[in-house]
Antibody, heavy 122, light 108 residues
């Protein structure tokens, strides 16, 4: 059974760096074809893809946010970490991590975490 | 960058068929995935690779993809199908994932 859970601060101040951790079970991020992605959703708005890390440590970032994002994995801990620098109130959103099978370029997200709401405010 | 266009809302009576479209330039050459999201919940994958259904998703959900439009079809709509639906593709030109703007399905 695949599960994922996001953790991190619920409130950050503008200009601070956000660090979110996705802890998962039921699969290994060293298995060929597997990826873990981060997706966010501002209140009342659409889903927005942020970043993706593959089993081979290949990484992809949203072009509009690439300069602010870093995604890493710790296979031994079954964790994926996303950092986002220079937070702004417009970054207030629910942040999801999700399991992505299907290999590079064909990945879809079949299991999602419950999401964590991050509010950016002074 | 690649843009996916969805109608903001679709309404359908119970028992009828709902069709939710996802438009994109030559989207027929891409693999399209669909998600259902109910209020306060995480998205759920309902269709992947254009027309495949994950286990546990009713056969009432189906997908197609051709030309510039992909379509999620929900047959015999039930009240429990009321949700937001999102399409998603991988954009080869920029090598990243793209979500559509979402469609709110209302069951009358």
């Amino acid at each position: 059974q695949i599960t994922l859970k996001e953790s991190g601060p619920t409130l950050v101040k503008p200009t601070q760096t956000l660090t979110l951790t996705c802890t998962f079970s039921g699969f290994s991020l060293s298995t060929s074809g597997v990826g873990v992605g981060w997706i966010r959703q501002p209140p009342g708005k659409a889903l927005e893809w942020l970043a993706l890390i593959y089993w081979d440590d290949d990484k992809r970032y949203s072009p509009s946010l690439k300069s602010r994002l870093t995604i890493t994995k710790d296979t031994s801990k079954n964790q994926v970490v996303l950092t986002m620098t220079n937070m702004d109130p417009v970054d207030t959103a629910t942040y999801y991590c999700a399991h992505g099978p299907g290999g590079q370029q064909l990945v879809y997200f079949d299991y999602w975490g419950q999401g964590t709401l991050v509010t950016v405010s002074s | 960058s690649y843009v996916l266009t969805q109608p903001p809302s679709v309404s359908v009576a119970p028992g009828k068929t709902a069709r939710i479209t996802c438009g994109g330039n030559n989207i027929g050459s891409k693999s399209v995935h669909w998600y259902q999201q109910k209020p306060g919940q995480a998205p759920v994958l309902v269709i992947y690779y254009d027309s495949d259904r994950p286990s546990g998703i009713p056969e009432r959900f189906s997908g197609s993809n051709s030309g510039n439009t992909a379509t999620l079809t929900i047959s015999r709509v039930e009240a429990g199908d009321e949700a937001d639906y999102y399409c998603q593709v991988w954009d080869s030109s920029s090598d990243h994932q793209v979500f559509g703007g979402g469609t709110k399905l209302t069951v009358l």
